[in-house]
């Protein structure tokens, strides 16, 4: 089932803050006011944000963030990654501001017809792309299992992650090297010669990328990958995003990630 494009035209607007929260020791969760773009919002899809601090100042350029929690009847959410003076002033609003934010944009993530059973490679930031997907997996009927990678336990964010949707967790971390590539690996190659899933999913890690890609070509596993870029007016005319994405005949394409992405085929990506 295609969980892309809910043609629904982009729309500039205002929603309030309903909260305003830390997450752990880097993050931060946003939740607005926005019940009609929630609706039309699709997992794997985003919005800009406009950053202004206190005084309506700068930063001037918006920030593209994903959707983190969205669907009919649901608040609009993001979990942010506070790195800079943009996500700082995102992080700064308060329950009861007005937040300015364009979208919802680009391509979503698919489900096949017939899956019964999905596995998403997430680290970091990246768990909040892959969350609406869990549980738009779980309304349809699709187990989720979840790994998930973070730096040590206290920055994981399983629970933002997994929802309501009952998706089976397995942590690895760097702190103890179970999140190590070649453990990473042992632990993926069990799970695909046991029973392997439908389709795999990631987002967040280069080299978790590299491997699942790899692993999903071999055992024949079709996969999702939702990129990560710096982007100026995330509606496909400035051209700041573009990547290499490997076409059907083998010639690579430079792309837009804001338009034709952020969901691309696993194996069309290329490393960054």
Same mark, same amino acid.
């Given at each position: ?7 629904? =035209? ?19 969760? /946003?939740? $607005? ?15 800009? #944000? ?53 979208? =919802? ?24 792309? $892959?969350?609406?997907? %869990? ?46 590539? =070649? ?18 999913? %990631? ?8 491997? /699942?890609?790899? #692993? ?45 992405? =952020?969901?691309?085929? #696993? ?6």
């Amino acid at each position: 089932m295609d969980l892309g494009p809910a043609g629904f =035209p982009v729309v500039e607007a205002e929603a309030r803050v309903l909260e305003s929260a830390p997450v752990g020791r880097r993050y931060h969760r /946003l939740i $607005l006011d926005a019940p009609a773009l929630s609706a039309a919002s699709r997992p794997g899809q985003f919005f800009h #944000l406009l950053c202004r601090d206190g005084a309506g100042n700068g930063p001037y350029l918006r920030r593209p963030m994903s959707i983190w929690r969205c669907g009919p009847g649901r608040d609009l959410g993001f979990l942010l990654h506070v790195k800079g003076r943009g996500t700082a002033a995102l992080a700064a609003l308060r329950a009861g501001d007005r937040l300015s934010l364009l979208g =919802p944009l680009g391509q979503g993530f698919r489900l096949g017809p017939g899956w019964r059973r999905i596995l998403i490679v997430a680290r970091g930031v990246g768990l909040a792309t $892959l969350a609406p997907l %869990t549980e738009a997996a779980a309304a349809q009927g699709v187990a989720v299992q979840a790994v998930l990678s973070a730096q040590a336990p206290e920055d994981l964010m399983a629970e933002e992650f997994a929802g309501d949707s009952g998706a089976a967790i397995t942590a690895v971390f760097d702190s103890d090297g179970s999140g190590a590539v =070649p453990a990473v690996e042992a632990l993926l190659r069990a799970r695909f010669q046991d029973d392997p899933p439908d389709g795999v999913f %990631t987002c967040g890690s280069n080299r978790l990328f590299l491997l /699942l890609q790899r #692993l999903a070509a071999e055992y024949g596993i079709p996969g999702q990958i939702a990129l990560e870029q710096q982007m100026g007016c995330g509606l496909g005319m400035c051209f700041c995003c573009v990547r290499q994405i490997r076409a059907p005949d083998g010639t690579v394409q430079n792309l837009r990630v804001c338009a034709e992405g =952020p969901v691309f085929d #696993l194996q069309a990506a290329l490393a960054w």
